[in-house]
């Protein structure tokens, strides 16, 4: 990395002490001149105190929350210790459960270095499947769709978006969006800073040189759940945060075509979860129903607030 380039890494832990101290050790030893910071959104005082007790031990700088700001709030205030206090000039964002090794982060370095940019490594389960390699909303109807779809329907009406999950972000292109809206909690928040970026004039970037490794769901899955499991939050924030995107960003014929395909998507966005969890099909349903329900009341609230058409 140029040596006038300083790159932060923030990480934003909710009760997950033991993959930091698994995944953000390993990155950290593998890039040693990165600021590491950790923004710890409050969930136990025995997880804080763990928390508090890894960052010394490292020499990580701690940003401990009041409460649970969730991850584009905790994103936002690590993001503003590192760059006003610590001086850095790009960071990457980085899951409790993912972890990148030096050459990869070189490689994000390289393919920034020029104008504002946001840039995601390939990223790769545990198991070594493809978990993300770029990936689309499509504006018909707000179902997404990788590269494969890409080249299959190459005039449908898409936005580009990049993982949360392991993403740099350039000072410039950081600026450019304002940050994270907060107002997502979790999910769809990196779909909202990556359109916005774009529009702003900033790079979305894959890096295939890079790769990031990603244990998907370990920060929201008990350890005695199947691994294709999803928690109840994940269902709700997914299938609400869709809709409060399409008011956000998207012009009003969009966002009502995205309203009317509510429960469709819904459906997608449970079956994620594997088919058994239909034998005990409750929680799911109930994350459903109030995912859409919630969701469709911010979509008309924040109609006022659309863009202009794409």
């Known amino acids: 990395?140029?040596?006038?380039?300083?790159?932060?890494?923030?990480?934003?832990?909710?009760?997950?002490?033991?993959?930091?101290?698994?995944?953000?050790?390993?990155?950290?030893a593998a890039v040693p001149d990165a600021r590491i910071v950790v923004v710890d959104n409050r969930s136990t005082p025995e997880e804080r105190a763990r928390v508090e007790a890894l960052s010394v031990a490292n020499g990580w700088r701690l940003v401990p929350m009041d409460g649970n700001a969730g991850f584009g709030g905790g994103v936002n205030a690590g993001a503003?210790?590192?760059f006003d206090e610590l001086g850095v000039t790009d960071i990457l964002l980085l899951n409790p459960d993912a972890r990148i090794d030096g050459r990869s982060v070189a490689a994000l370095a390289a393919a920034t270095?020029?104008?504002?940019?946001?840039?995601?490594p390939r990223v790769e389960?545990?198991?070594?499947?493809?978990?993300?390699?770029?990936?689309?909303?499509?504006l018909d109807d707000g179902s997404m769709g990788g590269p494969r779809r890409r080249r299959e329907h190459p005039d449908?009406?898409?936005?580009?978006?990049?993982?949360?999950?392991?993403?740099?972000?350039?000072?410039?292109?950081?600026?450019?969006t304002g940050g994270f809206d907060d107002a997502y909690?979790?999910?769809?928040e990196d779909v909202d800073i990556s359109v916005r970026a774009a529009r702003a004039g900033a790079r979305l970037l894959v890096v295939d040189d890079?790769?990031?490794?990603?244990?998907?769901?370990?920060?929201?899955?008990?350890?005695?759940?199947?691994?294709?499991?999803?928690?109840?939050?994940?269902?709700?924030?997914?299938?609400?945060n869709r809709l409060l995107f399409a008011?956000?960003?998207?012009?009003?014929?969009?966002?009502?075509?995205?309203?009317?395909?509510?429960?469709?998507?819904?459906?997608?966005?449970?079956?994620?979860?594997?088919?058994?969890?239909?034998?005990?099909?409750?929680?799911?349903?109930?994350?459903?129903?109030?995912?859409?329900?919630?969701?469709?009341?911010?979509?008309?609230?924040?109609?006022?607030?659309?863009?202009?058409?794409?």
């Not at 923030?10 to 953000?24: C, G, Q």
């Not at 545990?126 to 689309?136: E, I, L, P, S, T």
């Not at 979860?273 to 919630?294: E, H, S």
Request: charged content about 20%; overall charge positive; proline content about 3%.
């Open 1 to 28: 990395m140029d040596e006038r380039r300083m790159l932060g890494i923030i990480v934003v832990n909710y009760a997950s002490a033991d993959l930091l101290a698994e995944n953000l050790t390993a990155t950290a």
């Open 80 to 82: 503003a210790v590192a």
């Open 185 to 188: 909690f979790l999910y769809w």
């Open 247 to 310: 008011g956000l960003l998207l012009d009003a014929a969009d966002a009502a075509a995205w309203s009317r395909t509510a429960w469709s998507n819904a459906r997608q966005v449970l079956l994620r979860g594997g088919r058994r969890q239909f034998l005990r099909p409750i929680a799911p349903l109930r994350a459903a129903w109030r995912g859409v329900r919630d969701g469709r009341r911010l979509l008309a609230q924040a109609g006022s607030q659309r863009g202009p058409a794409v």
């Open 125 to 138: 389960d545990a198991a070594g499947r493809v978990w993300f390699a770029g990936m689309d909303v499509y």
């Open 113 to 120: 270095a020029e104008g504002p940019s946001v840039a995601s």
């Open 156 to 176: 449908a009406r898409r936005l580009p978006w990049l993982s949360g999950a392991c993403l740099w972000f350039t000072r410039e292109a950081w600026n450019l």
């Open 210 to 240: 890079a790769l990031a490794v990603h244990d998907e769901g370990g920060t929201h899955r008990a350890s005695a759940q199947r691994p294709e499991a999803k928690s109840e939050l994940y269902y709700y924030y997914n299938i609400r």
